[in-house]
Every structure is written in C-alpha cells, then in structure tokens.
C-alpha cells in the first residue's frame, strides 16, 4: 500500500485528488492539510509514503514545506502538483528536494505513474517542466566535460526517463545507456540519478 500526503489550500482540488487515488486499490490517503504549516504539524502522526504539495499556499509554501519536509523526513518523497510552470519555481522545488513536479491538468494515469515511480526513487517531469528547464540549461559553474552522448543522456535523465526508455529514445542497448548514466553520475559525483537532476539544474549544465 502506498500512503499519499495531499497538501493544497483548495479543498475542492484536495477532494479531487481523493476521489482519483481512492479508485487505485494500492494507495492510500493518510492525510492532508491546506498549507505547508499544517502539514508539518499533521504528517509526523501518519506514515507516508508520497507527499503530493501545492506550490502557492498561504502561511508556508510548497518551497519551503518541501525544503522543511525533506530535512526532517529523508525517506519521503515530494512530488509537486500545480498550476505554475516557471522555471525558478520549478529549479527551487528540485533543489529542495522535489522527485517531481506535475501540472494539475494531468490524466490520473500520469499522476499515478508519477507516485510509482517515486517509491522506486525515480523523478517525473511534466512535458512542460522539462521543456522550460531543458531550454535554459547553459553550462555556467561546474567545468565538466561531457561527451555529445552523455549531454542527450543528461537531458533526458533530467526529462525523468528510465534507462530502458532512454534506450528506446536514442536507439541504443539498455547496458549501453547504463554505462552513459554510470559516466555522467560518476562526472557530476552524484550518488543517484534525483541528486544529478538537482546538481544539473542547480550549475545550468547542458
């Protein structure tokens, strides 16, 4: 069973949320809260697994709220579900700790995906998170030197691909992308495939 957190000061767009997760046999809702405040008063009594976190709240933010959550919960995973598709909004809750960041126009399939694949520490992007982050990144901070290769790798490691999706977008063998993430994880000194997504967008590498 997975236990889902839903944090967003609309109640009709929290009862949404519900009303989905709650057709999925294998998820749960365990809590919820109307703002980042309330949220770290609520979530220490429940076992969560997903904290699904609205970014514009009043009191404390979805920024904050992750970058608080994240420090104090390690273990637990944030995916960002709103409205706003700005780059420095998207950059800060990566940076804070964010595994994703979804539009509130998402289908149930892609939000449910989005759940699963962070249970198994892998991010989700939205189209148009990626897209917005992806045309900004411009090598300015770290020196390193990429091969052509491992620059499309980055890229699409930062779109939230898995190695076996990688392969089938650049028509390449699934060991042959491993040894590429392998490289380019090994460039950047991140010990997994989220911290180089953090360290990429944090140094605008491309």
């Not at 104090?72 to 940076?95: D, G, M, Q």
């Not at 198994?120 to 992806?134: M, N, P, V």
């Not at 089938?168 to 010990?191: R, Y």
Request: hydrophobic content about 40%; cysteine-free; charged content about 30%.
């Amino acid at each position: 069973m997975i236990n889902i957190f839903i944090i967003d000061d609309h109640e009709l767009v929290r009862e949404g949320i519900k009303t989905l997760l709650d057709t999925y046999e294998d998820i749960e809702v365990v809590g919820e809260a109307s703002d980042g405040e309330e949220a770290l008063s609520k979530i220490t009594n429940t076992k969560t697994d997903i904290v699904l976190m609205d970014i514009k709240m009043p009191k404390m933010d979805g920024i904050e709220a992750t970058r608080y959550i994240t420090k104090k919960f390690p273990n637990l995973k944030i995916i960002i579900l709103t409205s706003f598709v700005e780059r420095k909004l998207i950059e800060e809750a990566i940076k804070a700790g964010a595994i994703g960041y979804l539009l509130k126009d998402a289908s149930g399939e892609e939000l449910v995906g989005a759940i699963n694949k962070a249970m198994k520490g892998k991010s989700t992007l939205s189209s148009e998170a990626s897209d917005y982050l992806i045309s900004g990144l411009k090598n300015k901070g770290l020196n390193i030197e990429f091969t052509s290769r491992e620059k499309e790798i980055l890229e699409l490691i930062v779109n939230g691909m898995s190695n076996n999706e990688i392969a089938d977008e650049l028509f390449i063998s699934p060991s042959t992308v491993k040894f590429h993430v392998s490289n380019v994880l090994s460039k950047l000194g991140a010990p997994s495939r989220s911290k180089a997504i953090s360290i990429a967008i944090e140094n605008k590498l491309v």
